[in-house]
């Protein structure tokens, strides 16, 4: 019988880390369906879900990554899907934006726009941040399925963004992935 798991990884970056991980599933058997990983200041966070068939449990694949030999500390949770995930279909929602929204750097500027966004139940599909100086930039990619109205969300948009002082610019998906990309 095949188990699901999602695994999390954090470590103060290094190179081969990835290696090593994913290294440590195979050897148990394990067949990766979806990995992501970023680095932040210099520290590595990883999520992924591997299944695994026969009798391996989360015990077993935190065991095999405590036995890697690392200069630095792998912290690891891992935790089997009882209710197994459906692998991601290709391409996004229909109604996938992407909002960009730069300025000063204050306290409360995540919270502020991810508030506003679950206010109108919109979902973030993935959020990036950089603070450069005292400038901030934040990177949204939303789910606006479940809006009645994108313009009604424009508008109160352009209203968070006078009252934050923030510059926010919504676009939908696909204009922002062509005028985003570099061709050659």
């Known amino acids: 019988m095949s188990k699901q798991m999602i695994i999390s990884v954090m470590s103060q970056d290094r190179p081969g880390i990835i290696a090593d991980i994913t290294g440590a599933i195979y050897e148990l058997q394990g067949d990766l369906a979806d990995l992501n990983q970023s680095i932040l200041f210099g520290y590595l966070t990883m999520i992924l879900i591997a299944n695994f068939d026969g009798d391996v449990n989360p015990e077993d694949v935190i065991a095999r990554v405590s036995h890697i030999k690392s200069p630095t500390k792998l912290d690891v949770i891992v935790r089997e899907m009882h209710t197994p995930i459906e692998i991601a279909p290709d391409g996004v929602p229909q109604k996938t934006y992407i909002v960009t929204a730069q300025g000063k750097n204050k306290r409360g500027l995540v919270h502020g726009i991810s508030s506003f966004c679950y206010h109108h139940n919109i979902n973030i599909l993935d959020l990036a941040t950089t603070r450069t100086g ?51």
């Open 134 to 184: 005292d400038q901030y930039t934040m990177i949204l990619q939303l789910d606006l399925d479940k809006v009645e109205s994108i313009a009604e969300i424009r508008q109160e948009l352009q209203k968070y963004s006078e009252q934050s002082g923030l510059h926010v610019v919504m676009q939908h998906h696909d204009i922002f992935k062509v005028t985003n990309e570099i061709g050659f």
